[in-house]
């Protein structure tokens, strides 16, 4: 059984860029949900992914956009990187649009905006 | 409005102490709470959930719908147990969408 795992570990962007991260779920999940955690912050909410429907948003403006493919796989896609933008960003698997017990987290993927 | 708060950034603690990590939330709704782990250059993984009730490496956790708190707690800290740990609150059903305390540091010191 394959964790989720999240590419790149790390990424270095401009200001104004645009970027895409991307998360493969656990095996058998078909659910995906996207945090962003700042330094020294608890991850805060983006969206959720359930059988490649959004599921599930906070308060993240349009620029921050997501998408899930049939192998249950997601990107998350963000448009006109501010420097607020630079985070760790987590990407959680789990089984049928299940609530926060069943969450699987990735590793992880760390963008810097300069 | 929804929020979870952990008062404290960093709880030291020697080794066989006790160890209470707080967490207090506002929410309206019916909560659903969580407590998340992550050791070092591990990933973020759940270590208990209210509805449960169980004890997980010896932790437990009550919620106080009164208090509106949901604080973990362990009798004896062991030095593995040095983590950073984070309280969660489930606002929607079906979902996973959690918000977050900001997290405490445990460390547990021989």
């Known amino acids: 059984e394959t964790g989720v795992t999240q590419s790149p570990t790390h990424l270095i962007k401009t200001r104004g860029q645009q970027v895409t991260l991307r998360c493969s779920s656990q095996s058998g999940h078909n659910t995906v949900s996207w945090y962003q955690q700042a330094l020294g912050q608890g991850p805060q909410f983006i969206f959720q992914?359930?059988?490649?429907?959004?599921?599930g948003r906070g308060n993240f403006p349009p620029r921050f956009s997501g998408l899930q493919f049939p192998n249950y796989s997601s990107e998350l896609n963000v448009n006109a990187l501010e420097l607020d933008d630079s985070a760790l960003y987590l990407c959680a698997s789990s089984s049928g649009g299940a609530g926060g017990e069943k969450l699987f987290f990735g590793s992880g993927t760390q963008l810097s905006v300069l | 409005a929804q929020r979870v708060t952990q008062p404290e950034k960093l709880l030291s603690v020697f080794k066989g102490a006790p160890v209470e990590l707080k967490c207090n939330y506002s929410y309206s709704g019916s909560p659903e709470l969580f407590w998340y782990v992550q050791y070092s250059r591990q990933r973020l993984q759940l270590l208990l959930r209210?509805?449960s009730r169980e004890s997980i490496k010896g932790f437990t956790a009550d919620l106080n719908k009164g208090e509106t708190s949901f604080h973990l707690k362990k009798p004896f800290a062991q030095e593995e147990d040095s983590a950073m740990y984070y309280c969660?609150?489930?606002?929607?059903?079906?979902?996973?969408?959690?918000?977050f305390g900001q997290g405490t540091t445990l460390q547990v010191k021989p």
């Open positions: 969660a609150l489930q606002v929607a059903s079906n979902t996973g969408k959690l918000i």
């Open positions: 209210h509805i």
């Open positions: 992914y359930y059988r490649e429907e959004e599921n």
